[in-house]
């Protein structure tokens, strides 16, 4: 209902994550689906962050098959809806509806933890909010949430990392000598 409400009521722009994702797969979140394509059409800002098991469900395919075609499962996704999306994967890929697509090479494997993506979805909301476009503040969203992570894996290593690390780690300098400063 929130999500409904949501939808109908508000034209900002909308980051849809997580639980929002996978109401959306659901059978009966066909006719918000329907509403966010035709708002997508008109112009609403929309950016979709799955990672590739809720990509999987949203394009009714495999987690196997989103992995292996990350790049045009995103596109199909972002062509769904007409916004962008960011599937999120061990390289995560930011796609538009049409052209070019982003392969972020930042990041490591002790950002899969929970937690994490609520926080590249707090950085992309907070790029949206300082007036960036939908596809550049997804594309720096992604790239910095990444470069916070190996400064979170540096201070915690990759095994030890937790989003608050990340989200902290956003906040601090990092230099070419991988020395921290507050």
């Known amino acids: 209902e929130c999500l409904k409400k949501v939808v109908e009521k508000s034209r900002k722009p909308l980051v849809l994550d997580a639980d ?13 689906e329907e509403k966010l394509h035709t708002q997508g059409a008109e112009g609403r800002v929309i950016i979709l962050t799955p990672h590739v098991g809720e990509l999987s469900r ?13 790049p045009e499962c995103g596109r199909e996704l972002a062509e769904r809806f007409h ?18 697509f982003y392969l972020n090479t930042t990041g490591n494997s002790g950002m899969a933890t929970a937690g994490s993506g609520d926080v590249l979805t707090g950085v992309i909301l907070g790029l ?5 476009n939908a596809i550049d503040a997804a594309v720096n969203g992604v790239y910095l949430h990444g470069r916070a992570g190996e400064l979170a894996a540096k201070l915690h290593t990759e095994y030890g990392v937790m989003a608050g690390d990340i989200a902290d780690c956003l906040m601090k300098d990092y230099d070419e000598k991988e020395s921290v400063k507050k």
């Not at 659901?26 to 918000?32: D, M, Q, T, W």
């Not at 599937?87 to 070019?100: F, I, M, P, Y």
């Not at 949206?128 to 960036?132: I, P, S, T, Y």
């Open 20 to 32: 929002a994702l996978n109401l959306l797969a659901e059978e009966n979140g066909k006719a918000l």
């Open 128 to 132: 949206l909010a300082q007036g960036m």
């Open 83 to 100: 916004g962008v999306a960011v599937a999120k994967d061990a390289r995560t890929v930011v796609c538009k509806e049409q052209g070019e």
């Open 58 to 70: 949203l394009l009714a395919k495999t987690i196997p098959e989103c992995k292996k075609e990350l």
